[in-house]
C-alpha cells in the first residue's frame, strides 16, 4: 500500500505533517505518488523544511523573492507538477515557512491538486512534543498527520530520542533519563496540550508509525496502534517511509 492509499488523500485535500523525524520523507514519498497518479503538487512549510531533496523536475518558489509567486505559480503548473514554495533557503539549507495568507492564497489557487505542508520541527528526533506555539496548522488543513519514529519506544528520555523535552516531561510528569514507552507516546499525541490542539474540527487526524523495519519494530507500532484505536482514533498508519517497506493501515 502506497502512503497516499494509506492516508486516504484525495484530490484537494490540505495534507499538514507535524511530529518527530521523518516528515519531509512522508511528504516527499507521497508526493512522488501523486505526482505519478497524475496529479500536481505543491509541497511547503509553516515553519522550516528541508531544501528540496527530490531528484525528479520540480520547481522552487521563493516568495521574498518573488513578488508575484502567485502569478508564477500558476503559470509553471502547466511545465512542473510539483512546485516546493518557500520564503527563503537559510544557512542551513532549510526553506523557511510562509505566512497563514500565503498559504490561503495557495489553496485558493485552482492548477495544484494537493498542498502538503511541513507544519513543525524536530531536529530530526524520532519524538517530540509540540511547545505552546507549536505545531503551526492551517485552519484550512483537511489532513494532519503525527509523525512518530518507532525507535524513541522503550528509550530514555534524553536528546539522542526526544526534542522539546522539557514539553514532555510537563505534560508526562516524567524525568529526564526515564523510558519512555507506548502509553506514554499515546497520552501525549492525544493530550489537550499535544497534538489533538490547532487541529481543524473536520481535519482527518492521522498517526503515521514511521522507521518500523523489524520484527521487534512492528511489534512496538503495533502495540501504539492498538493503544491509540482503543482510545477513539480511527486510523494509524504504520511503516517506513523512507525504506520503502509495506505501509499499512490499522482500524
Not at 50 to 77: C, M
Not at 78 to 105: H, T
Not at 112 to 130: Q, V
Request: glycine residues 10%; charged residues 25%.
Amino acid at each position: 500500500m502506497q502512503i497516499r492509499e494509506a492516508v486516504g488523500v484525495k484530490r484537494g485535500d490540505v495534507v499538514v505533517v507535524v511530529g518527530g523525524g521523518g516528515k519531509t520523507t512522508i511528504i516527499e514519498k507521497m508526493a512522488e505518488e501523486l505526482l505519478a497518479a497524475g496529479g500536481k503538487v505543491i509541497i511547503t512549510t509553516t515553519t522550516k523544511i528541508f531544501a528540496p531533496t527530490n531528484g525528479g523536475p520540480h520547481l522552487l518558489v521563493l516568495t521574498d523573492k518573488d513578488e508575484v509567486f502567485i502569478d508564477t505559480i500558476e503559470r509553471s503548473f502547466n511545465e512542473y507538477g510539483l512546485i516546493y514554495v518557500g520564503k527563503d533557503i537559510n544557512r542551513e539549507n532549510k526553506l523557511l515557512g510562509i505566512s497563514a495568507p500565503e498559504v490561503r492564497a495557495l489553496h485558493g489557487l485552482s492548477a495544484p491538486d494537493y498542498l502538503l505542508i511541513e507544519g513543525d520541527g524536530s531536529k530530526g528526533r524520532p519524538f517530540k512534543a509540540p511547545r505552546v506555539n507549536e505545531p503551526v496548522v492551517p485552519e484550512i488543513a483537511t489532513v494532519v498527520i503525527v509523525v512518530v519514529g518507532v525507535d524513541c519506544i522503550g528509550k530514555a528520555l534524553v536528546e539522542k530520542y526526544f526534542y522539546a523535552i522539557d514539553q514532555i516531561k510537563s505534560l508526562t510528569g516524567l524525568e529526564y533519563g526515564e523510558v519512555v514507552n507506548e502509553e506514554t507516546i499515546v497520552d501525549i499525541m492525544l493530550h489537550p496540550l499535544g497534538y489533538k490542539k490547532s487541529v481543524p474540527i473536520n481535519a482527518r487526524w492521522i498517526p503515521f508509525i514511521n522507521k518500523v523495519e523489524s520484527q521487534t519494530d512492528e511489534i512496538k507500532a503495533k502495540k501504539t496502534a492498538k493503544l491509540l484505536i482503543s482510545r477513539g482514533v480511527k486510523k494509524v498508519v504504520i511503516g517506513a517511509a523512507k525504506a520503502n517497506s509495506s505501509i499499512c493501515c490499522i482500524k
